[in-house]
């Protein structure tokens, strides 16, 4: 069983375990439910840098990376930085984040906050939205093209953005729809972990100029910013990196400092 197939069985468990315990209609009845989403998409076309960074504690391909960050300095640190918007993990087994994570972002900060989680159910972006999320993630490798249709339909009309990530041509072809805002191609292997940037530059020729291009995963330099500008990116998606260091906002500011140089 592949990575990806580990984390969806589980999911679903959860999911289900979660249902049982917070209902749909209590989730639409939340205050946040209410509340008017930022656009992501809109924040990257309107930069010059556009940087997302990302909360990650650990993940499965780093058993830690930053294990007791705290959620609001440095979500903090990351909107003083001049950050597009915030990614936050919020799967608890694999990466160490949680919904609260989320909440406690949102609470921080008016930066589009992207709810990085495994979709696998409606359920969960209702869930992203109550919980103060602006964007959701649709991973291609692990959703139908009937799935993807249905909730990022879903999620247009609770005003989220949608990201699809794709890692090859199979998964782009089959994912291009009208209601996705941002295409994602994810850098990292997920069978051996390695990334290259050439997985963005590859694939970047696929993806039709109506979707904001963004690459993710492995963006460790500023060098590597400007190599993929020129494919059409406009979003880079940066959570090592920044999360390494013992001030993720600190770092996040030299390296936007750096790349407007
Ligand atoms: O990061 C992993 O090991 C991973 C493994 C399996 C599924 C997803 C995984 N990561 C999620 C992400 O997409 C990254 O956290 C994100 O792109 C940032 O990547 P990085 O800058 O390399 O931390």
Same mark, same amino acid.
Not at 2 to 11: E, F, M, P, R, S
């Given at each position: 069983? /592949? !990575? %990806? @197939?580990? !984390?969806?069985? @589980? =999911? $679903? =468990?959860e999911v289900e375990l979660k249902k049982s315990i !917070? +209902? #749909?209609s209590q989730y639409e009845a939340s205050v946040l439910f209410e509340r008017k989403t930022n656009s992501l998409a809109q924040a990257l076309r309107n930069s010059d840098t556009g940087i997302i960074s990302e909360f990650k504690r650990r993940s499965p391909s780093k058993e830690s990376i930053n294990q007791n960050a705290n959620v609001g300095q440095v979500a903090k640190g990351y909107e003083k930085a001049g950050v597009c918007g915030m990614s936050v993990l919020t799967d608890i087994k694999y990466f160490g984040g949680s919904i609260e994570d989320l909440i406690l972002a949102r609470a921080s900060v008016n930066l589009p906050l992207l709810r990085k989680e495994f979709i696998i159910s409606e359920y969960q972006i209702i869930e992203a939205k109550a919980n103060g999320a602006d964007v959701i993630l649709l991973i291609a490798a692990i959703l139908t093209r009937q799935e993807i =249709?249905?909730? +990022?339909e879903l999620a247009k009309s609770l005003g989220l953005d949608v990201l699809l990530e794709v890692h090859n041509e199979e998964e %782009?072809? =089959?994912s291009i729809m009208p209601s996705l805002d941002m295409l994602g191609v994810n /850098? $990292? /292997?997920l069978k051996t972990? &390695?990334?290259s940037l050439e997985t963005s530059k590859k694939l970047s020729k696929l993806i039709p100029d109506d979707f904001v291009k963004v690459s993710e995963s492995g963006i460790? +330099? #500023?060098d590597a910013i400007k190599e993929l500008k020129p494919y059409g990116y406009e979003g880079f998606l940066i959570g &090592? /990196?920044?999360m390494k260091t013992d001030n993720p906002g600190k770092s996040a500011i030299e390296f936007i400092k750096n790349l407007k140089n």
């Open positions: 069983m /592949n !990575i %990806l @197939d580990k !984390i969806v069985a @589980d =999911k $679903r =468990k !917070i +209902s #749909v =249709k249905t909730y +990022s %782009l072809h =089959k /850098n $990292r /292997n972990f &390695e990334v460790s +330099s #500023v &090592e /990196n920044f």
